[in-house]
């Protein structure tokens, strides 16, 4: 009877081995197929909530990212239209310079005043520099252009902006934000009413000498901002380059703790294999053994 009930306790014995190890080898194979060892949290309840706290990091800092790459297009919209105000200010500067001589007559003015008319308008279209429909002179709001148009009854070139007095800046850390606009009458403001005295003095055939300060002074402000608007610009470079570095990391170790290491699944699922194997042979010896106690 004791020989009896040990033989059975070593067939169960056996057959829970065999399971173990099928069910060992099912999750080896399918770590090797998926090259995932984290598929849900029960595998490593410490390691899925790292896992989450990762995930969470890389979102923010994906959403940063975006945030910025916008930032970095919007300041990129300001550089490009102050280089092109540069340029007027200078051509403007040059026709002051000439009509101011002795040599300047009433028909060389007039029409000198058709082209500085020109410059003004050129002016006032970049004030409503738009980006995604968001204007960049204008506290990216949307909607109606924040610079008033030159044939608007209305028209004033000393208050021809109508926009947001208020700055716009995005997050680009936690407790920390980089300004994107400047209001457009600080920036543009003193350039339009310096064209248009120019444009207004040659109108009546007068010597330009006047404009000419008022000119240089509007270019010194919009240089400024210029300088302005490439350190910020070089701000967001410098946080972009950061927030990719960080996700990179944040990707490595991400892998780490989910990825399979294939060459350690290998290694087991052959070693599950051979064990398999093994137990299999067991069982067999002792399903011959018990056969022979039988006949016995």
Same mark, same amino acid.
């Given at each position: 009877?004791?020989?009896?009930?040990?033989?059975?306790?070593?067939?169960?014995?056996?057959?829970?081995?065999?399971?173990?190890?099928?069910?060992?080898?099912?999750?080896?194979?399918?770590?090797?197929?998926?090259?995932?060892?984290?598929?849900?949290?029960?595998?490593?309840?410490?390691?899925?909530?790292?896992?989450?706290?990762?995930?969470?990091?890389?979102?923010?800092?994906?959403?940063?990212? !975006?945030?910025?790459?916008?930032?970095?297009?919007?300041? #990129? +919209?300001?550089? =490009?239209? &102050?280089?092109? *105000?540069? /340029?007027?200010?200078?051509?403007?500067?040059?026709?002051?310079?000439?009509?101011?001589?002795?040599?300047?007559?009433?028909?060389?003015?007039?029409?000198?005043?058709?082209?500085?008319?020109?410059?003004?308008?050129?002016?006032?279209?970049?004030?409503?520099?738009?980006?995604?429909?968001?204007?960049?002179?204008?506290?990216?709001?949307?909607?109606?252009?924040?610079?008033?148009?030159?044939?608007?009854?209305?028209?004033?070139?000393?208050?021809?902006?109508?926009?947001?007095?208020?700055?716009?800046?995005?997050?680009?850390?936690?407790?920390?934000?980089?300004?994107?606009?400047?209001?457009?009458?600080?920036?543009?403001?003193?350039?339009?009413?310096?064209?248009?005295?120019? !444009?207004?003095?040659?109108?009546?055939?007068?010597?330009? #000498? +006047?404009?000419? =300060?008022? &000119?240089?002074? *509007?270019? /010194?402000?919009?240089?400024?901002?210029?300088?302005?608007?490439?350190?910020?610009?070089?701000?967001?470079?410098?946080?972009?380059?950061?927030?990719?570095?960080?996700?990179?990391?944040?990707?490595?170790?991400?892998?780490?703790?989910?990825?399979?290491?294939?060459?350690?699944?290998?290694?087991?699922?052959?070693?599950?294999?051979?064990?398999?194997?093994?137990?299999?042979?067991?069982?067999?010896?002792?399903?011959?053994?018990?056969?022979?106690?039988?006949?016995?």
């Amino acid at each position: 009877m004791i020989g009896r009930v040990t033989q059975t306790m070593t067939s169960d014995q056996l057959l829970g081995n065999v399971q173990r190890l099928q069910r060992r080898l099912l999750v080896a194979q399918d770590t090797l197929s998926s090259g995932k060892k984290l598929r849900q949290a029960s595998d490593d309840p410490a390691g899925a909530a790292l896992v989450n706290g990762l995930r969470a990091q890389s979102a923010d800092l994906n959403s940063l990212s !975006r945030t910025i790459g916008f930032g970095r297009s919007v300041l #990129t +919209a300001q550089d =490009d239209a &102050l280089g092109q *105000a540069q /340029d007027i200010l200078v051509r403007a500067k040059e026709i002051a310079s000439q009509q101011a001589g002795g040599l300047a007559t009433a028909t060389t003015r007039q029409q000198a005043a058709e082209e500085v008319e020109a410059l003004e308008r050129q002016l006032l279209t970049l004030g409503n520099t738009a980006i995604d429909g968001r204007h960049v002179f204008g506290g990216l709001a949307s909607g109606t252009a924040p610079f008033s148009d030159f044939d608007d009854p209305g028209f004033d070139p000393l208050n021809p902006y109508t926009g947001p007095s208020g700055s716009f800046s995005i997050r680009t850390a936690p407790g920390t934000t980089v300004r994107l606009t400047t209001p457009g009458d600080q920036v543009l403001g003193s350039s339009i009413a310096a064209l248009d005295g120019l !444009r207004q003095t040659l109108v009546a055939g007068n010597s330009s #000498t +006047a404009s000419i =300060d008022p &000119l240089e002074a *509007a270019a /010194d402000g919009v240089r400024a901002e210029r300088a302005s608007v490439g350190g910020r610009a070089r701000q967001l470079g410098d946080r972009a380059s950061e927030i990719t570095s960080s996700v990179s990391k944040i990707t490595a170790r991400l892998g780490d703790i989910e990825s399979a290491d294939y060459a350690t699944v290998i290694t087991e699922l052959t070693q599950l294999q051979t064990a398999l194997q093994a137990t299999l042979s067991a069982g067999q010896t002792l399903q011959t053994s018990i056969l022979d106690y039988l006949n016995l």
